[in-house]
């Protein structure tokens, strides 16, 4: 487990996609990449716009599709940066919509959901949807939303439908409500109330055809976080709370969407399990801690790493881990304060196999925010992180990219 002051974290990668962001340290100096001799970080190629609070995917042929989110003066995107591992450059897509803060779902064909998200400022206004297909790189349009909404969870159940729950803000009751979509009819029908009215929080399908809809905030972000975990039963179409508190005998402790800015399927282990980051703040102190969520017992549980996850000063693990299954690693990004400068960057290693803890080799203290960024795992193994903000703000996102590499895919 992981602590660190709440007062000067680095933690606006929590909000900054769909609230102007307040961050602490939003008029620090920036500097340069300094890159590390070892090669454990790499600049990588510029995308072909500015963008943040976007959506990733490393889609089957080894392409990275980073979908939406806002450019520049916090303006929606209807575009896709989309990297090759041939060209080792950016290419455009264009969606049909905009997207920014839209649910995102991994079909079990292989295609990809986009539905609804906010108009320019992150303002929630739409309730259409799109189904992008990686194999013909196409977008089709498919039925709109019951209710438009921005920040909802979303995960595809076992029975091949999309459960879409929650929402930022209060302009309709879509944070009290849930959807369903059916990709054979391309419709999408409402479901019963959640318990609890949430926004950005995460959706995991459990194995008995039921999922689990977990932490988050309150629609306007009061309260601050929610531990209570609810059940989605689609044989009756209706939300009841699961569990009062994430981990069992544990308070304090919740997990968010803007976390892990990949579909859930991304976290799922080899031994079927989800791997996802927790956190809480006890006393002014901010905590973290890995978690797992077992779909056939539909239980969460701390993962414990030998040695702990280390205190960062002024910083932590604010990014969910990225899974890396032919190793049989989980690589977490971690972020520590260095005066004058945006922050500095270290990459941790965990074998999930003897659950090893090692710091990789190298450090990058980047001359932007790493912030609503997004983050995948490349069919080489590198990490490639993509988009952040200039000044801490919604309204300067940057087109850079890095890669974080490591010792395993260098070797």
């Avoid at 977008?139 to 438009?148: E, S």
Wanted: charged share 15%.
């Amino acid at each position: 487990m992981c602590t660190v002051d709440c007062r000067t974290a680095l933690f606006s990668g929590l909000l900054t996609c769909l609230v102007i962001s307040t961050h602490p340290l939003g008029h620090a100096q920036a500097v340069d990449f300094s890159w590390a001799s070892d090669l454990g970080f790499a600049k990588g190629p510029s995308m072909k716009a500015a963008r943040m609070g976007h959506w990733q995917a490393t889609l089957p042929d080894g392409r990275v599709a980073a979908f939406g989110g806002h450019g520049k003066g916090f303006v929606a995107l209807k575009t896709v940066d989309v990297w090759s591992p041939s060209t080792k450059t950016f290419s455009t897509a264009t969606m049909q919509y905009t997207h920014d803060g839209s649910a995102f779902a991994k079909l079990q064909d292989g295609r990809y959901l986009l539905a609804g998200g906010s108009a320019n400022l992150g303002v929630p206004a739409y309730a259409t949807s799109e189904i992008y297909n990686p194999t013909t790189k196409t977008f089709t349009l498919t039925g709109n939303m019951v209710r438009f909404r921005a920040g909802a969870a979303s995960a595809t159940l076992t029975n091949g439908k999309v459960l879409i729950a929650g929402a930022w803000w209060i302009h309709n009751d879509a944070h009290t409500y849930g959807e369903l979509y059916d990709p054979i009819t391309g419709a999408f029908k409402a479901t019963g109330p959640l318990k609890v009215p949430r926004a950005n929080a995460v959706a995991i399908p459990t194995k008995d055809g039921k999922a689990v809809v977990a932490g988050g905030m309150g629609p306007q972000a009061v309260p601050a976080y929610i531990e209570k975990v609810e059940q989605y039963n689609p044989a009756t179409n209706k939300f009841k709370i699961y569990k009062n508190t994430l981990i069992g005998g544990q308070t304090g402790w919740y997990i968010n969407q803007q976390m892990c800015m990949r579909a859930i399927d991304d976290q799922k282990m080899t031994d079927g399990r989800y791997l996802l980051i927790a956190h809480r703040t006890e006393t002014g102190v901010l905590e973290f801690m890995l978690v797992t969520f077992d779909p056939a017992k539909k239980v969460f549980a701390a993962l414990h790493t030998n040695p702990e996850l280390p205190e960062l000063a002024g910083g932590g693990f604010p990014w969910a881990p990225l899974l890396d299954n032919r190793e049989n690693k989980a690589y977490l990004l971690g972020t520590s304060a260095v005066e004058g400068k945006t922050q500095k960057m270290s990459l941790y290693a965990v074998d999930l196999g003897t659950m090893t803890l090692t710091e990789e080799t190298g450090q990058l203290v980047p001359s932007y925010y790493v912030a609503s960024c997004a983050q995948s795992v490349v069919e080489d193994g590198r990490i490639l992180v993509t988009g952040g903000t200039k000044d801490g703000s919604n309204f300067n996102p940057v087109a850079n990219t890095f890669f974080a590499q490591p010792s395993s895919a260098r070797e």
